[in-house]
T-cell receptor, first 116, second 111 residues
Framework: AQSVTQLDSHVSVSEGTPVLLRCNYSSSYSPSLFWYVQHPNKGLQLLLK??????LVKGINGFEAEFKKSETSFHLTKPSAHMSDAAEYFCVVSEGGSSNTGKLIFGQGTTLQVKP | DAGVIQSPRHEVTEMGQEVTLRCKPI?????LFWYRQTMMRGLELLIYFNNNVPIDDSGMPEDRFSAKMPNASFSTLKIQPSEPRDSAVYFCASSLGHVNTFGSGTRLTVV
């Protein structure tokens, strides 16, 4: 069965410094992995996705993530944080293989705080 | 495309009343999902449909909850009778393959 673990419930960085949000996954087969962002009182927005193509995935707003099979990780990074990046971030794995219906399994979320 | 459309955006109701949440998925998407988000439990998948057929409703908390998808462009989530512990944000999402596109959610408050 698939699962995701977000290793930090809360991350605080200063504006202009790098962001690292950690995620480990467990999957029986080659997974599809995503990062979603949720700003306060908003819906969820797709940041980026990995679907077995390039292992370094670039997303919107300068975010990227690297799929590392040996470490079963899919950490989210950004070189320089902006105040508008303050939000909740979810690492997500999709039920895949032959039964791909788009069913998602969410991590518990990481709250990113950006200090001026 | 207008995206996934949910209504109402906010709902306040009294305990015991029936509540109906509505969702219009993106045209052409063949899967539809209902999620519930609370501070205590995070995001939970309640039920999902594939080609209008319910596939997995194991996340539906109890018999007070029911969901329907009468056609490819409309789904409802009904709670009857509602209870204060049902207060949450309910999201609908649709997909064609891997990527779920989410609606803006319905914030439900049961008093």
């Amino acid at each position: 069965a698939q699962s995701v673990t977000q290793l930090d419930s809360h991350v605080s960085v200063s504006e202009g410094t790098p962001v690292l949000l950690r995620c480990n996954y467990s999957s029986s087969y080659s997974p599809s992995l995503f990062w979603y962002v949720q700003h306060p009182n908003k819906g969820l927005q797709l940041l980026l996705k990995y679907t077995s193509a390039a292992t370094l995935v670039k997303g919107i707003n300068g975010f990227e993530a690297e799929f590392k099979k040996s470490e079963t990780s899919f950490h989210l990074t950004k070189p320089s944080a902006h105040m508008s990046d303050a939000a909740e971030y979810f690492c997500v794995v999709s039920e895949g293989g032959s039964s791909n219906t788009g069913k998602l399994i969410f991590g518990q979320g990481t709250t990113l705080q950006v200090k001026p | 495309d207008a995206g996934v459309i949910q209504s109402p955006r906010h709902e306040v109701t009294e305990m015991g009343q029936e509540v109906t949440l509505r969702c219009k998925p993106i045209s052409g998407h063949n899967s539809l999902f209902w999620y519930r988000q609370t501070m205590m439990r995070g995001l939970e998948l309640l039920i999902y449909f594939n080609n209008n057929v319910p596939i997995d409703d194991s996340g539906m908390p109890e018999d007070r909850f029911s969901a329907k998808m009468p056609n490819a462009s409309f789904s409802t989530l009904k709670i009857q009778p509602s209870e204060p512990r049902d207060s949450a944000v309910y999201f609908c999402a649709s997909s064609l393959g891997h990527v779920n596109t989410f609606g803006s959610g319905t914030r439900l408050t049961v008093v």
